[in-house]
T-cell receptor
Framework: AQSVTQLGSHVSVSEGALVLLRCNYS??????LFWYVQYPNQGLQLLLK??????LVKGINGFEAEFKKSETSFHLTKPSAHMSDAAEYFC?????????????FGAGTRLTVKP | IAGITQAPTSQILAAGRRMTLRCTQD?????MYWYRQDLGLGLRLIHY???????GKGEVPDGYSVSRANTDDFPLTLASAVPSQTSVYFC???????????FGPGTRLTVL
């Protein structure tokens, strides 16, 4: 079965600094990969996703992620953090050959942005 | 367009009581899901439904049941609540295929 590991349950950056949230996955077949963001007391919103094609995917709010098959990684980055980026971020993986119901989420990374 | 709505927003429940969490979507998505979110564990799938009339068990189904009588509604029932079911519950839906899941705002449930 596929699984997701998010390195670092809590990341703190200064406003304007680079944001890097790490995600590694395990999957027996090519995966579909997702990053979601959760603001306080809200549901999850999709930031970006990788299914096929270009391995560098761009999402909303200036975020992007690169699928690296050799490293089994899908790290999320943003060149310059904004105060409004403070939230919890979840990486998720689903098998491309599996049922849509078999999505596995990482434990989440809480991003704090310092002024 | 509301997307996915969940009710109630929050609830405090005595152990042993029966509780149904409601979920309704207006996007005509085939697939629907129930997750629980616990600190340090991320989201774990409780039950899912690939289409109206069918349901399946997820990663942590014990103590929960679901039904899918129509496309729009997917209620989650706790027959006899226990304190370990204290959590935040999220309903989600998806058109399927390569598409992502869309999430509701959540229900915060406390079982005492």
């Amino acid at each position: 079965a596929q699984s997701v590991t998010q390195l670092g349950s809590h990341v703190s950056v200064s406003e304007g600094a680079l944001v890097l949230l790490r995600c590694n996955y395990s999957s027996s077949v090519p995966p579909y990969l997702f990053w979601y963001v959760q603001y306080p007391n809200q549901g999850l919103q999709l930031l970006l996703k990788y299914t096929t094609g270009a391995t560098l995917v761009k999402g909303i709010n200036g975020f992007e992620a690169e699928f690296k098959k050799s490293e089994t990684s899908f790290h999320l980055t943003k060149p310059s953090a904004h105060m409004s980026d403070a939230a919890e971020y979840f990486c998720a993986v689903r098998l491309s050959t599996g049922n849509n119901n078999d999505m596995r989420f990482g434990a989440g990374t809480r991003l704090t942005v310092k002024p | 367009i509301a997307g996915i709505t969940q009710a109630p927003t929050s609830q405090i429940l005595a152990a042993g009581r029966r509780m149904t969490l409601r979920c309704t979507q207006d996007m005509r998505h085939n697939a629907m899901y129930w997750y629980r979110q616990d600190l340090g564990l991320g989201l774990r799938l409780i039950h899912y439904s690939n289409t109206a009339g069918t349901t399946g068990k997820g990663e942590v189904p014990d103590g929960y049941s679901v039904s899918r009588a129509n496309t729009d509604d997917f209620p989650l029932t706790l027959a006899s609540a226990v304190p370990s079911q204290t959590s935040v519950y999220f309903c989600a839906s998806s058109p399927g295929g390569v598409n992502e899941q869309f999430f509701g705002p959540g229900t915060r449930l406390t079982v005492l």
